[in-house]
């Protein structure tokens, strides 16, 4: 019996050891975790638990010259509720209020929205959803309801934003507005404006400390920000939104009558070299349809053909090599360099003419005799004039992918005997459009070289963060005398030349065609195709705008791919509707009052927004890209007719606003 009463002894002293040592363990354990490591736990417990939000900032506006809505950002919100938040008399009080005054402004019911608050507070639901895709105004309204009005941690309300980015005009300058999207690769890509400027636009997000509640969600844990996000600047872009229109258009009508593969247009403003215009158009292969998908006039370096015969003479004039009454014979219409030969479109040649009358009726033949007898001894030169005139590099655009020039010099290894003769008609060199428009708004400019513009300024609100004034790329590219004549050339090019098609006793325009064959020797000629160019100035006596117009791959079964008849058309349509068939709107649109002019309209526009409550506002005379902006954060569809200001709503003035209803707005 002792014997048994010892080994029980030692049994209990054996697990008590045993409790001790786990005793200590834990002990050791504890301390461990509350002084060693603690720090590493409280913050893992603290990440797990409680986590920082971006808030992102609101993306600053783009508008056009006139003061019209390029792009802007528009705020959603969705609003949820917190049922465990408010306290029980609080939530009594208020809950038929409540759900009264979101009955009101989202349509169902008010015992629906009893219903389903009461069910959440039953249940302890920190995260009942209530409604999403409110535009701002909707959530202030909100915020001002019964319970609500006291905040996320007495009411219960929990807000979640985000922004939307649209595009007012649609489609047009799409690619040269911009945007900035994650593509398939996972790489943000930024073009146009939006990229370019977006240091600007983006504005600097904010800060929201959250808590993680039931079933992985997070509320707020503060009825303020941590850091507020502080909204982008806007940008005031150079695009004029009527003249946009008429380019867009102009081009379109044409890229689908010639089944054309892509084409560009540009109308830049003489003097300022502000892009008032700019189009890029590309054909979808499946649907057939034309889309902004590649800014070719900024991107697509080619060769220019016939348009660069303007280089010829400007080097020949103003080297004093030759005048444009110096006589040569175009052979029949072919001539032979090394085997190889350049022949004159017009066959059988033009005979016996001046150089002045050859480039009006773009001889190939006439331009490169006169430019191979003059530099063939000495073709560096000719590289120098090429150089000089600021050719032979990019124009250095905001925007990435800027297409690089090609021109090849004496010494490289690509220069031949066949190099020069070649350049002289607008071969073995390579521009982009905006490059060619840039020396043609030179000589229209008396010789000053400016760099085409997209930016005027940086704004906030009504005040200038930063203004782009006119850039000189070259004060002066050839002497007064040869712009003089240079002028008349191009001139005649449209009265007599080989743009006398497009010539109207009506309305001056300047300008040369231009039509060259690319991948002519590539794949066995199977990618040969044309590519139809016209360029030049308008009027032609005392140049307001300059223009370019290039088409690629015209459809040849129509047996027309020449400039004259592909582009040039469209450069004329342009001139017209600008200032022929609307002349009052040269008249009324004063150029140099614009700024004042946008200040008017963003007054207008945030006066109208900030005093709409839960009615329908007057809109008439109202820009319509203003007025779109206005009723998208009221959250208000809309269909718009016109081009201009609102002269007709067919929801009036003063009725009450219903989400998701349509509204039309005629323009004028």
């Given at each position: 019996m002792a014997v048994e009463d010892k080994n029980i002894s030692y049994r209990i002293y054996l697990v008590a050891f045993f409790i001790?040592?786990?005793?200590?363990?834990?002990t050791v354990k504890l301390t461990n975790i509350q002084w060693v490591e603690g720090d590493y736990y409280r913050k893992l417990a603290k990440e797990r638990t409680v986590r920082t939000f971006v808030i992102p900032a609101n993306k600053g506006n783009i508008y056009s010259a006139d003061g019209s809505l390029l792009a802007t950002s528009i705020p959603n919100y969705t609003i949820r509720f917190d049922a465990v938040a408010p306290k029980e008399e609080d939530f009594e009080k208020n809950v038929k209020p409540l759900a009264d005054e979101l009955s009101k402004l989202l349509g169902k019911s008010s015992s629906s929205y009893q219903s389903l608050l009461r069910k959440a507070r039953a249940n302890k639901n920190r995260y009942t959803f209530l409604a999403e895709d409110l535009s701002y105004t909707e959530y202030a309204k909100i915020k001002s309801f019964p319970l609500f009005n006291k905040g996320a941690n007495k009411g219960g309300i929990i807000v979640e934003q985000q922004t939307v980015r649209e595009h007012p005009i649609g489609k047009i300058a799409e690619r040269t507005i911009g945007y900035e999207r994650i593509d398939d690769k996972g790489q943000l890509k930024r073009v146009g404006i939006e990229g370019a400027f977006g240091k600007y636009l983006?504005?600097?997000?904010?800060?929201?400390?959250?808590?993680?509640?039931?079933?992985?969600?997070?509320?707020?844990?503060?009825?303020?920000?941590?850091?507020?996000?502080?909204?982008?600047?806007?940008?005031?872009?150079?695009?004029?939104v009527y003249i946009q229109d008429i380019a867009h258009h102009a081009l379109l009508k044409q890229l689908e009558e010639y089944k054309a593969e892509h084409g560009c247009v540009v109308v830049m403003e003489t003097k300022t070299g502000k892009v008032k215009a700019i189009s890029n158009l590309g054909r979808d292969k499946k649907s057939g349809n034309y889309y902004e998908t590649i800014n070719y006039a900024v991107a697509e370096s080619h060769e220019p053909g016939s348009t660069f015969k303007l280089v010829d003479?400007?080097?020949?004039?103003?080297?004093?090599?030759?005048?444009?009454?110096?006589?040569?014979?175009?052979?029949?219409?072919v001539i032979t360099y090394r085997g190889d030969k350049v022949r004159d479109s017009h066959e059988g040649g033009y005979g016996k003419i001046s150089l002045g009358k050859g480039f009006e009726v773009s001889s190939n033949t006439?331009?490169?005799?006169?430019?191979?007898?003059?530099?063939?001894?000495?073709?560096?030169?000719?590289?120098?004039?090429?150089?000089?005139?600021?050719?032979?590099?990019?124009?250095?655009l905001p925007f990435q992918g800027e297409g690089k020039p090609t021109v090849h010099k004496p010494g490289d290894k690509s220069w031949n005997g066949n190099t020069l003769p070649w350049m002289a008609y607008g071969y073995s060199?390579?521009?982009?459009?905006?490059?060619?428009?840039?020396?043609?708004?030179?000589?229209?400019?008396?010789?000053e070289m400016v760099k085409p513009q997209f930016v005027s300024e940086i704004k906030e609100w009504n005040k200038t963060i930063k203004k782009y004034d006119k850039q000189v790329i070259n004060p002066k590219i050839c002497s007064d005398e040869t712009i003089k004549k240079?002028?008349?050339?191009?001139?005649?090019?449209v009265k007599r030349g080989t743009g006398a098609k497009l010539y109207s006793k009506d309305f001056s325009m300047a300008g040369k065609t231009g039509t060259a064959e690319a991948n002519y020797g590539k794949n066995g000629g199977n990618d040969h195709h044309y590519i139809s160019s016209f360029v030049g100035f308008f009027p032609a006596e005392n140049p307001k705008y300059s223009c370019i117009v290039v088409v690629h791959e015209p459809n040849t079964s129509l047996n027309n791919y020449y400039g004259a008849d592909v582009a040039g058309p469209v450069f004329k349509r342009i001139a017209q509707k600008i200032f022929t068939d609307a002349p009052s709107t040269n008249e009324i649109k004063n150029l140099d009052k614009k700024i004042a002019k946008q200040e008017n309209k963003y007054q207008e526009y945030y006066t109208k927004a900030q005093n709409v409550k839960s009615k329908i506002p007057n809109l008439k005379g109202m820009s319509g890209m203003d007025a779109v902006a206005l009723l998208g954060n009221l959250g208000i569809k809309v269909t718009v007719k016109g081009v201009g200001k609102v002269k007709k709503q067919s929801i009036q003035a003063g009725q009450p606003i219903i989400k998701n209803s349509t509204i039309i707005l005629e323009l004028s």
């Open positions: 001790f040592l786990m005793a200590i363990a834990i983006n504005g600097k997000d904010g800060k929201v400390l959250k808590q993680k509640i039931a079933k992985g969600q997070w509320k707020p844990i503060r009825d303020v920000n941590e850091v507020d996000p502080q909204d982008g600047y806007d940008v005031i872009s150079t695009i004029d003479m400007i080097a020949l004039l103003d080297d004093n090599k030759v005048d444009t009454s110096k006589v040569y014979d175009s052979r029949g219409g006439i331009l490169v005799q006169a430019v191979y007898e003059n530099y063939k001894n000495n073709p560096q030169e000719f590289i120098d004039r090429i150089s000089k005139l600021g050719l032979d590099k990019p124009l250095g060199v390579a521009m982009t459009p905006l490059q060619t428009l840039t020396l043609y708004n030179a000589v229209a400019n008396n010789g240079l002028k008349s050339l191009l001139t005649n090019v």
